[in-house]
């Protein structure tokens, strides 16, 4: 790549000389004056239209592109009609690159560009090749058909705020199908946990194009997270939409609330009611019929037993008794042992509302996964 670049350097500074010398003429250049230098061309090895491709597959686009002082890009990209009926591209980080390694005069590549076809708004492709001098020559590929679409998902709200357990809901539901709905389901859902009941069969008379209808539920599991609608069309293709819920009123679900102005703050500044989770618990303590991985040290103290140890914590050691910051500390996860060390100064959680519990306060040792291993 560098030397590419450097013949691109050298090439433009070269060319004024060099055209200077073989013209024989005293004139200043006017680079833009495509006759002197006309701009780079494209020709299409590929066919020039595609009458019919599936949704979420490839196209290979083949070309053949030249250019008297040199290529400097090559990319081809999805294309959508806007509503004056004119080509625009649709998104131009998708654009498929063509990797250029060297640089000359009179210069012609031969290439192949795979575009995937992953938006039913795709009404073509465009070809692109851009010279050392900007300028560009571009190839539309028209798309006549796509086949394979998926259907359509609407709804009414598109999402949930927090929600009542055990209590009927219901929103408004617009579904669309290129070739015709087969079936519609529904369910709770947990991002983590995947489908939480059996699926509720919506009715579908025929195969219509488009169905609208209201779905009722019960939210009846703790851990609900979305409603999942699920459909399939007569060519067996199936589509599913989420409609996230921010959560249950009164269920805990297992999240430390870390930077609102009291959050992890030290507890001997909320020392009365120490009610904000921030202390980890691998095995979980039971609360209230309620097993609970997220603590507060009024939980700890309340709830817990011998038979219970937390794991580790997240802390802010931002701040000291004075209320000022402190030099180079901040937020940290810290092991459960090392919560009333020196470095963290919170002796007062342990002393006052987890040792009075006989919870045991376990070693826990932390390091950072390469990225090789996180997939």
Known sequence: MKQYIKNIMILILALPWGLLLTNCSDSESDYSDDNAYPP?????????????????????????????????????????????????????????????????????????????????????????????????????????????????????????????????????????????????????????????????????????????????????????????????DIEGLKEEKIINIEGLEGVDNNVALVFNDIEMAPEWEHSVEPDQPYIFSIEGIMVQGVQKHVLSLKEIKGYGSKANGVDFAFINIWRNPSFVAVKNRGFSYVSASRINGGPIGRAYDVNDWIKPAGVATNKTLFTLIPDDKVT
């Open 40 to 232: 780079p061309t494209v020709e299409l090895t590929s066919p020039s239209e595609i009458d019919v491709v599936e949704y979420n597959s490839t196209v290979t686009v083949s070309a053949r592109s030249f250019s008297a002082v040199g290529i400097h890009s090559i990319y081809a990209t999805l294309l959508k009609m806007d509503e004056n009926g004119e080509y625009e591209e649709i998104n131009a980080t998708e654009r498929q690159r063509l990797k250029i390694d060297t640089l000359q005069t009179d210069m012609t590549l031969e290439f192949d560009l795979n575009v995937k076809v992953n938006t039913r708004e795709a009404a073509g492709i465009l070809v692109t090749s851009t010279d050392v001098l900007t300028k560009t020559a571009q190839k539309v590929i028209p798309i006549k058909k796509i086949t394979k679409l998926p259907s359509q998902i609407f709804t009414e709200p598109s999402d949930f705020p927090v929600l009542v357990p055990d209590e009927e809901v219901s929103l408004s539901v617009v579904i669309r199908s290129a070739v015709g709905i087969k079936s519609i389901k529904h369910t709770l859902c947990n991002k983590v946990l995947g489908d939480l009941k059996e699926y509720t069969t919506i009715p579908v008379s025929g195969n219509p194009l488009e169905m609208e209808f209201i779905l009722k539920t019960v939210v009846d599991n703790k851990d609900t997270g979305g409603i999942k609608i699920v459909v399939e």
